[in-house]
């Protein structure tokens, strides 16, 4: 179990990375007034799962580390 909440911590992780680039990279910026303002026209939906999935491995982990 250790090692599959040590999986999950990875892939989250990793998937929260890539995911954020891809969100970050959707997005636009317009001058109004002076001031640079962002538009994003991403889906967040894959970045808040990834972030899910790392902190259930984290929990994983600590769980399985408190049995002990």
């Given at each position: 179990m250790k090692t599959f909440g040590f999986i999950l911590i990875f892939l989250g992780i990793a998937g929260a990375v890539?995911?954020?680039i891809q969100a970050f990279n959707n997005s636009e910026t317009f001058s109004a007034l002076g001031v640079d303002v962002a538009v994003s026209k991403?889906?967040?939906?894959?970045?808040?799962?990834?972030?899910?999935?790392?902190?259930?491995?984290?929990?994983?982990?600590?769980?399985?580390?408190?049995?002990r």
């Open positions: 890539y995911f954020g991403a889906d967040w939906t894959p970045v808040i799962v990834s972030a899910a999935l790392g902190v259930l491995g984290l929990i994983v982990v600590l769980i399985k580390a408190k049995k």
